[in-house]
């Protein structure tokens, strides 16, 4: 994902309105599909650090349910890669 479109889908994290920043967290399971492992090593650690430096309440909610969706589809991503493995 270039730098300009990443920048501007993380406002979804900040967006005053709830719809926007629920389309954002719907939008995950897209994104890591699209753009794989490289991406949501970089989306997860922007996560961590936005969760420990803004105090905003939405913020943080967004935040969570951001990195539970990524970890989600990322360890579901995992599982099916070793069942191809494995079997």
């Known amino acids: 994902m270039t730098k300009g479109l990443e920048?501007?889908?993380?406002?979804?994290?900040?967006?005053?309105?709830?719809?926007v920043r629920?389309?954002?967290?719907?939008?995950?399971p897209q994104l890591i599909k699209a753009f794989?492992?490289?991406w949501?090593?970089?989306f997860v650690g922007k996560l961590g650090d936005l969760l420990s430096k803004d105090s905003n309440y939405s913020t943080k909610i967004?935040?969570?349910?951001?990195l539970q969706v990524s970890?989600?589809?990322h360890a579901d991503d995992r599982t099916n890669t070793r069942r191809r493995i494995c079997c």
């Open 7 to 19: 920048a501007l889908f993380m406002c979804y994290l900040k967006d005053r309105a709830a719809a």
């Open 40 to 42: 949501i090593n970089t």
């Open 36 to 38: 794989g492992a490289t």
């Open 62 to 66: 967004t935040v969570l349910y951001s």
């Open 22 to 28: 629920e389309l954002g967290i719907e939008r995950i």
């Open 71 to 73: 970890s989600i589809i």
